[in-house]
């Protein structure tokens, strides 16, 4: 009964695929967001969508396109994969807009070769 | 938008000793400051969180302190033990999102 749960956990893919990673929250939380961890440990935002609407699009390349088929679930698909993007990819959610807590899936390591 | 620096990046102690983290925070309407512990490998767990009409706040052998005014707020652990060791992030919440410091690795050493 995981609350947020991210799959897959672990992706290693070649440089030019595409790729996806998927996100579930059984919390009932109105947002949900991506958060990208580099090999600095430094979480820098990535997206966020309330209610199935995007709210925040930090300055992410247009290869990374965020879908939110309903408010429980937030995908992240990325085109055409540069070396840069390896890292950890983390799926959040939070109640509220700006005065509860997130809630963090387990995270997707991203290798990119 | 937000801008939160954290110090320092990273602190060692012996076991028992305190370990202290500071925050600052640039944007004057943020009122949610959350603490996360992440241990190797792992997702970020909250450990505490303080909002802005409080100063201070306690849970065992955590706190949390709050100063408004300098837009700044620090984690105290008291009596640390080696299983604190991980990388702790302070965080500040302005309209919609979480803005997260970059960071603090705590090593405590037996």
């Known amino acids: 009964d995981t609350a947020v749960s991210q799959t897959p956990k672990y992706l290693v893919t070649q440089m030019g695929n595409d790729k996806s990673i998927k996100c579930e929250q059984n919390l009932g939380h109105d947002t949900m967001y991506w958060y990208k961890q580099d090999s600095k440990k430094f979480l820098k935002i990535m997206f966020s969508?309330?209610?199935?609407?995007?709210?925040i699009n930090e300055t992410v390349p247009n290869r990374f396109s965020p879908k939110s088929p309903d408010k429980a679930h937030l995908n992240l698909h990325i085109n055409s994969l540069e070396l840069g993007d390896s890292a950890v990819y983390f799926c959040a959610s939070r109640s509220e807009p700006n005065n509860s807590p997130l809630h963090f899936g387990n995270g997707t390591r991203l290798t990119v070769t | 938008g937000e801008n939160v620096e954290q110090h320092p990046s990273t602190l060692s102690v012996q076991e028992g000793d305190s370990a202290v983290i500071k925050c600052t925070y640039s944007?004057?309407?943020?009122?949610?400051f959350p603490w996360y512990k992440q241990e190797l490998g792992k997702r970020p767990q909250l450990i505490i969180d303080?909002?802005?009409?409080?100063g201070e706040k306690k849970d065992q052998r955590i706190a949390v302190t709050l100063n408004k005014t300098a837009k700044h707020f620090s984690l105290h652990i008291t009596e640390t033990q080696p299983e604190d060791s991980a990388v702790y992030f302070c965080a500040a919440s302005g309209y919609s999102t979480l803005t997260f410091g970059k960071g603090t690795m705590l090593l405590v050493s037996p």
């Open positions: 944007d004057s309407a943020s009122n949610y």
């Open positions: 303080i909002r802005s009409n409080v």
């Open positions: 969508y309330n209610n199935k609407e995007l709210i």
